[in-house]
């Protein structure tokens, strides 16, 4: 039998080859998948672990209760049931042991931490040497930051107290990479606070001081240390471990530490869960198209050897007739298709191996590893086993047919219910895939098999179609005299084995076009969503001294208002309200990123949010001011409760409220009001009356407030008569009346006999009373007013100027306010993060130019990182293998046109030549491959747009879900057809290139 087999190998080495190609690259197809997701998803994981922050990074022991002493090395002992098990998976380990507390030197003092922590001296530059271990009867060796130096005033050698104990200084250090996890982001390197800035661009004058060891204390108890171990995933516990059992090792550890006196903090569940979740996305799109792609594979081999074994079949009939048993006959089918699919194997591991290291280095980033290993052999075994299946099942039918029909030289037809049984199955398959998918939620099960099987359900009944109308449309072409046409149509269908092919192609084209579509919707909507996501070209995170530095500083920048914004967002607050993006406004159309979805040109909202207010803002200058009041109430009723005036002023440093020098008297005074911060100019925000409580009613005329040294006059009496440069914020049971005219002129506060002892402001009208603000439409359409959170988190109402349909960093949620009106009106407290847009005018050196404004740099976002980081993610990552899939699904489709006119040249030669013989002109002979291809080019864009109708709102392209932007209808129509028509016009040159070998085979045999 195997010579047998060899011999049927040689006579049919083509269908042989075919058979090894097409085993190889489904093999391909199934050992790259698994091998790519293995290196994608080590990408995903690193990508994850460096954008997070370093709580996610690390898993914190610390001991619940202090210990006295110098921070020392705490030992393994103190923690090692906790710690054994993280640091033998993989987990890097740092123990260390701290203590809080003020440190001083010849120059200054500040509040630091004393730090013992495992390998600083590897991880720092030291002007001097690194600290040790102290000697019976010596200082303590530490050492300090080049910014905890300056601050202390001493240098390496010299000599610093903590807590009151003495330790001497044996060097200074540098961080060699502050971003390392080591530090733990701000946690011994703190931010230096807003202005001058620090002496080094890294840290502050807070940053930890660190010791050498143990060493004895006169007072032990002068420090309590705590001891600590910081376990830090690596990126190759990430990248190679299991997630699973990491997140199960960090969950047990937490409900243990108690027993062991040791507390436990970490956020690395949520790092886990963000890698977890992206590369199941991966892993399920990937998998879904080198499944299409094995499937091909399969459909093609099945097609090709059918057609082959429907040529045999007399040549069986005559073998089962000469007593030949079909078991022999089985048994040379197996043989002879098993050496090619086991020939596959290792050629499909190799070839996968080599696709899936090409496609990994043009799409991940840094340096992926892709490797072949076990799980790749097993699929890629699989597919080959497949790939035999097929090749059997394409022969079963002649394998297991009765003698007569076997000497037929045509097959008959399956006739009735069997011939639809097909079609039905697929229609139905489409149709449950597709109300699953638009049933909402994630895709899952058969809805993520939607595009697939559609696009299957589509091509078989075109088909269908397509074979009826071909041979009726053919028929009448013949009577016309288009004998060209029309033989071609008859002849392509009244031959069963074009139908699967039509489908083929058909799954072939649609695929092709929805994942393209699908790729270039997901490209466009990673650029939305990153425009709206950050606002403007670039955002810088900075830290400011208050919101008038962070306007003052930019604006110091940025005079012309070109290229810089402040900004202050504030997400939603736990009592739920309104997101709150404010903006100084004049530069909002020049700064922020436009973009179609907001439904309102910038320019228009930024109109909207300054209005005139009703008076000027009242700028100070002098260390000193000096408010002159009339003030009438009962001293007696009064005594030791006499009221007190207060004046609150907004600088560079923030907003603070001063005390008059003395309680207010009766009759007319001038009381002092100590404001240092107003040397540089500042702005008046209010006065403030308190009284603890009124027993007989208050007044209290405003008549003169001067400035400085000097009393400069600022407000005149008459200026205090302008009822419009004032306002209360609170107006219950008090009267504000401003007196002009032929009285006395002033602002009078009256105060009712019995009111609630709340302090009682009298504020500068400098902006409106209601600010204006821009609204998402989401939050209803209706113009008027809307309470919400100000920037000092107390309650606030606006007017509604008009809607957008998103607004920018928020999305569909939130109210865009004027950043300076908004700061006049919060009178204390800061919330939400202060930020700079920048445009693309912005220079090179802008951040530099912002900290010398006394700005504090921190993290920087753009939209093009933003839009990298999108497209770096776990779905689009799938996108990209299932469009190399679809490309690769081209391939085969050509090679099943190829097939299929290879299996039927030798009838189809044959018919031609004697219709040559009998007079049918040369220009008659044609394959007729174009009708299929042309058939399977419509119902393939067909089917392609049905499926993009009705699935595109089900496509998962982000690895959250959300998307602050709509995602767009339709695909751009330029990369969508720079991928479809050149593999369009493939299939066309393939049917062209047949059509003449065909013709020239003709030729030869007809002799004309």
């Not at 507390?263 to 799109?285: C, E, F, I, K, M």
């Not at 409580?693 to 407030?705: A, G, K, M, Y």
Request: net charge positive.
């Amino acid at each position: 039998m195997l010579a047998v087999i060899a011999g049927a190998l040689a006579a049919r080495r083509a269908q042989a080859l075919a058979v090894l190609l097409l085993a190889v690259l489904a093999s391909a197809g199934a050992a790259a998948a698994p091998m790519y997701v293995a290196a994608a998803g080590q990408a995903l994981a690193s990508q994850e672990l460096a954008a997070a922050g370093p709580d996610e990074r690390r898993l914190r022991f610390s001991s619940i209760a202090e210990y006295p002493g110098i921070p020392t090395d705490p030992g393994v002992a103190a923690f090692r049931g906790q710690v054994e098990p993280f640091a033998a998976a993989g987990f890097e380990v740092v123990l260390g042991a701290q203590a809080a507390g003020m440190a001083a030197g010849p120059a200054g003092t500040v509040s630091s931490t004393l730090v013992f922590r495992q390998g600083i001296c590897e991880r720092v530059a030291v002007t001097g040497t690194c600290p040790g271990p102290a000697a019976a009867g010596e200082l303590p060796e530490v050492m300090v930051s080049t910014n905890t130096a300056g601050q202390l005033g001493v240098t390496a050698g010299g000599e610093v107290t903590f807590a009151g104990v003495p330790l001497r200084v044996t060097g200074v250090y540098r961080p060699l990479d502050p971003t390392a996890a080591y530090w733990l982001g701000g946690e011994y390197l703190p931010p230096p606070a807003p202005g001058p800035p620090p002496v080094s661009a890294v840290g502050s004058a807070r940053d930890a001081i660190f010791t050498g060891g143990a060493a004895r204390l006169a007072d032990e108890d002068a420090i309590l240390q705590r001891p600590t171990a910081d376990l830090f995933v690596t990126e190759r516990l990430v990248r190679s471990g299991s997630v699973d059992d990491l997140r199960s090792a960090v969950a047990t550890a937490a409900r243990t530490a108690g027993r062991d006196r040791l507390g436990t903090s970490t956020s690395l569940p949520d790092l886990l869960h963000r890698v977890t979740t992206q590369r199941g996305q991966l892993a399920v799109g990937v998998t879904l198209g080198a499944g299409l792609l094995v499937l091909l594979c399969w459909l093609v081999l099945f097609m090709a050897v059918s057609s082959a074994a429907d040529l045999r079949r007399p040549e069986q009939g005559l073998l089962l007739l000469r007593g030949v048993q079909r078991r022999r006959l089985w048994t040379l089918a197996v043989g002879e298709h098993a050496v090619p699919a086991l020939a596959a194997i290792p050629l499909g591991c190799l070839a996968g191996l080599a696709a899936a290291d090409l496609l990994a280095a043009h799409t991940l980033t840094g340096e992926p590893a892709v490797a072949l290993d076990a799980t790749a052999v097993g699929y890629a075994t699989l597919a080959a086993v497949g790939a035999l299946a097929a090749v059997l099942l394409a022969q079963s039918r002649s394998l297991s047919a009765p003698v007569v029909d076997l000497l037929r030289r045509v097959p008959s037809r399956v006739r009735g219910w069997r011939a639809s049984v097909g079609d039905v199955v697929a229609l139905s398959v489409a149709v449950a895939a597709v109300v699953q998918l638009r049933a909402g939620g994630a895709p899952s099960g058969l809805a993520l098999l939607a595009p697939v099987v559609g696009a299957l359900a589509v091509g078989v009944l075109l088909a269908r179609l397509a074979m009826t109308v071909g041979a009726a449309v053919g028929g009448r072409l013949l009577a016309r005299g288009r004998a060209a046409t029309g033989l071609a149509l008859l002849q392509v269908a009244r031959q069963p084995r074009f139908r699967p092919l039509i489908a083929l192609l058909t799954v072939v084209v649609a695929m092709l076009a929805f994942t393209a579509a699908t790729r270039e919707l997901a490209t466009a909507a990673y650029a939305d969503r990153a425009t709206v996501d950050v606002g403007a070209a670039r955002v810088v995170g900075v830290d400011a001294l208050s919101r008038k530095h962070l306007l003052d500083a930019v604006r110091a920048v940025d005079p012309e208002g070109r290229f810089a914004m402040a900004v202050v967002a504030r997400s939603t607050t736990s009592r739920g309200d309104l997101p709150l993006l404010a903006v100084d406004s004049g530069r909002l159309a020049a700064v922020a990123a436009a973009h179609p979805s907001y439904g309102v040109a910038l320019s228009d909202i930024a109109r909207e949010l300054r209005p005139r207010p009703p008076a000027e803002p009242v700028e100070l200058r002098g260390r000193w001011l000096t408010v002159v009041v009339d003030v009438d109430y009962d001293e007696v009723a009064y005594a030791g409760a006499e009221p007190r005036l207060f004046v609150s002023v907004a600088s560079r440093s923030g907003t603070r409220r001063i005390a008059a020098e003395r309680p207010l008297d009766t009759g007319r005074a001038a009381y002092r009001v100590p404001v240092p911060e107003c040397g540089s100019p500042c702005r008046l925000v209010n006065f403030e009356l308190t009284v603890p409580l009124t027993p007989r009613p208050v007044r209290v005329r405003f008549e003169e407030l001067r400035a400085g040294d000097g009393d400069t006059v600022r407000l005149t009496a008459a200026d205090f008569a302008q009822g419009t440069r004032w306002r209360s914020p609170d107006i219950r049971d008090v009267s504000l009346t401003a007196i002009g005219g032929g009285g006395e002129p002033g602002l009078v506060l009256d105060v009712p006999e019995g009111r609630w002892s709340d302090p009682i402001a009298v504020a500068v009208a400098d902006a409106p009373d209601l600010l204006p603000g821009w609204l998402a439409r989401s939050a209803g359409t209706n113009l008027g007013s809307i309470r919400y959170d100000a920037l000092d988190s107390n309650p606030a109402t606006a007017v509604v100027a008009g809607h957008a349909d998103r607004l920018p960093r928020f999305g569909e949620s939130g109210m865009v306010l004027d950043l300076e009106y908004a700061d006049r009106l919060a009178v204390g407290g800061q919330s939400g993060v202060e930020e700079v847009w920048l445009g693309p005018a912005a220079p090179a050196d802008v951040r530099d130019r912002l900290r010398s404004q006394g700005l504090v740099v921190s993290a920087e976002r753009t939209i093009g990182a933003e839009r990298r980081d999108l497209a770096s993610q776990g779905p689009a990552l799938a996108l990209g293998f299932n469009l190399f899939a679809a490309l690769a699904g081209v391939l085969i489709g050509a090679a099943g046109l190829v097939a299929m006119a290879a299996a039927e040249q030798r009838n189809r030669v044959a018919t031609m030549v004697a219709l040559r013989r009998q007079g049918l002109p040369p220009r008659a002979v044609r394959g007729g491959y174009g009708w299929p291809v042309a058939v399977a080019t419509a119902a393939g864009v067909l089917a392609a747009g049905a499926m993009w109708l009705l699935t595109r709102h089900g496509q998962r392209l982000f690895s959250d879900g959300r998307s602050p932007v709509p995602i767009p209808d339709w695909p751009a129509a330029g990369g969508l057809l720079a991928v479809t028509v050149p593999a369009i016009a493939l299939f066309a040159l393939t049917a062209v290139v047949l059509g003449r070998l065909l013709a020239a085979s003709v030729r030869r045999r007809a002799g004309r």
